[in-house]
């Protein structure tokens, strides 16, 4: 009999993924596992494993059936040891598009009220202020506003169609991206460089890899601007945190707003969690009440793709 197995989950209930194991033939087990020896020792002999945040390694890989499945709830898969899952002869897919709309709706929002500067115009108020011009200076309005993006593939063209109403000038670096794609979304091309110098805000759309992992590090971060800002729904990787905390303590550039985090949820003695002008979210812009739907949904089918013997909808390419 195949076995279906979720290492962790943080929905209310798995009852889509185990409805269409089941109607399979297939057993199942749901598991909040949190390290990669527990997910190791629960996905043994599994034919499907379903991955949200734990960590599932080599050790993880070579105990799963070969030939087997395994599914990462979401848009990324970094917490998947892909060469071991090759090796073993697993298939890995996920599902990148089930939340597009949502995060581009977050990142949207957190740029737009960090650019008005509402968390500090909110305080200035609660602490007896009223002094708008003082406490927002410098201000740009947004049709002299440089909008960068560091990445521009499917999420940060979705943010880039929220923000056309605005008439931001709007630049971005992307090693995927062509001259002729650029213009016709309406967009500069430029190099990473010259994006960090010239934008007034960069929002970043970039997957972790070893090319952008800790790209936004205290010598480029110097290169901004004073009053930047920087908007993260992407990966925590791509910022040194400690570095970010301390331009922020030092003026070094004026703001952020970050959705991601290289631990999550953010440790207590995070550097971030005192650093100024910085707006956090606790790994929320994915959510919308559709958005869980549609992943389990998704996931539920791929279940059913899997023990027919076909490979996953969205599959990741060794």
Same mark, same amino acid.
């Given at each position: 009999?195949?076995?279906?197995?979720?290492?962790?989950?943080? =929905?209310?209930?798995?009852?889509?993924?185990?409805?269409?194991?089941?109607?399979?033939?297939?057993?199942?087990?749901?598991?909040?596992?949190?390290?990669?020896?527990? /997910? &190791?020792?629960?996905?043994?002999?599994?034919?499907?494993?379903?991955?949200?945040?734990?960590? =599932?390694?080599?050790?993880?890989?070579?105990?799963?059936?070969?030939?087997?499945?395994?599914?990462? $709830?979401?848009?990324?898969?970094?917490?998947?040891?892909?060469? !071991?899952?090759?090796?073993?002869?697993?298939?890995?897919? $996920?599902?990148?598009?089930?939340? &597009?709309?949502?995060? &581009? #709706?977050?990142?949207?929002?957190?740029?737009?009220?960090?650019?008005?500067?509402?968390?500090?115009? #909110?305080?200035?108020?609660?602490?007896?202020?009223?002094?708008?011009?003082?406490? !927002?200076?410098?201000?740009?309005?947004?049709?002299? %506003?440089? =909008?960068?993006?560091?990445?521009?593939?499917?999420?940060?063209?979705?943010?880039?169609?929220?923000?056309?109403?605005?008439?931001?000038?709007?630049?971005?670096?992307?090693?995927?991206?062509?001259?002729?794609?650029?213009?016709?979304?309406?967009? %500069?091309? /430029?190099?990473?460089?010259?994006?960090?110098?010239?934008?007034?805000?960069?929002?970043?759309? @970039?997957?972790?890899?070893?090319?952008?992992?800790? $790209?936004?590090?205290? &010598?480029?971060?110097?290169?901004?601007? @004073?009053?930047?800002?920087?908007?993260?729904? @992407?990966?925590?990787?791509?910022?040194?945190?400690?570095?970010? @905390?301390?331009?922020?303590?030092?003026?070094?550039?004026?703001? !952020?707003?970050?959705?991601?985090?290289?631990?999550?949820?953010?440790?207590?003695?995070?550097?971030?969690?005192?650093?100024?002008?910085?707006?956090?979210?606790?790994?929320?812009?994915?959510?919308?009440?559709?958005?869980?739907?549609?992943?389990?949904?998704?996931?539920?089918?791929?279940? %059913?793709?899997?023990?027919?013997? #076909?490979?996953?909808?969205?599959?990741?390419?060794?």
């Amino acid at each position: 009999m195949s076995k279906v197995i979720v290492t962790d989950f943080t =929905f209310p209930d798995v009852s889509p993924e185990e409805n269409a194991a089941l109607a399979e033939g297939a057993t199942f087990t749901a598991h909040q596992c949190r390290s990669a020896d527990e /997910v &190791a020792a629960v996905v043994e002999g599994a034919d499907v494993a379903l991955v949200q945040f734990a960590p =599932f390694g080599a050790q993880a890989a070579a105990a799963m059936q070969s030939g087997g499945t395994v599914i990462r $709830y979401g848009v990324g898969y970094n917490n998947i040891d892909l060469a !071991a899952c090759a090796a073993n002869g697993l298939r890995v897919g $996920y599902v990148p598009d089930y939340c &597009a709309d949502e995060v &581009a #709706d977050h990142t949207v929002a957190a740029a737009l009220t960090m650019l008005r500067k509402l968390p500090i115009l #909110d305080a200035s108020v609660r602490q007896s202020e009223w002094a708008a011009v003082r406490i !927002a200076k410098p201000m740009k309005a947004f049709n002299k %506003t440089v =909008f960068g993006f560091f990445g521009l593939g499917q999420i940060g063209r979705a943010v880039l169609r929220r923000l056309q109403g605005f008439e931001f000038q709007v630049i971005a670096a992307d090693p995927g991206l062509s001259a002729e794609d650029a213009t016709s979304l309406g967009v %500069t091309l /430029v190099d990473t460089d010259t994006l960090l110098r010239q934008a007034d805000i960069v929002s970043l759309h @970039a997957p972790s890899n070893p090319l952008t992992e800790g $790209y936004f590090n205290a &010598a480029r971060l110097a290169t901004m601007q @004073a009053h930047a800002i920087i908007v993260n729904s @992407a990966r925590g990787q791509l910022i040194v945190e400690a570095d970010l @905390a301390e331009s922020l303590r030092n003026g070094v550039i004026a703001g !952020a707003a970050l959705d991601v985090f290289h631990i999550e949820p953010l440790p207590a003695d995070s550097p971030l969690r005192d650093a100024p002008n910085l707006l956090l979210t606790p790994h929320a812009a994915w959510y919308s009440d559709g958005a869980i739907d549609r992943l389990q949904q998704l996931v539920a089918e791929d279940i %059913t793709r899997a023990l027919r013997g #076909d490979g996953p909808r969205m599959p990741v390419r060794f």
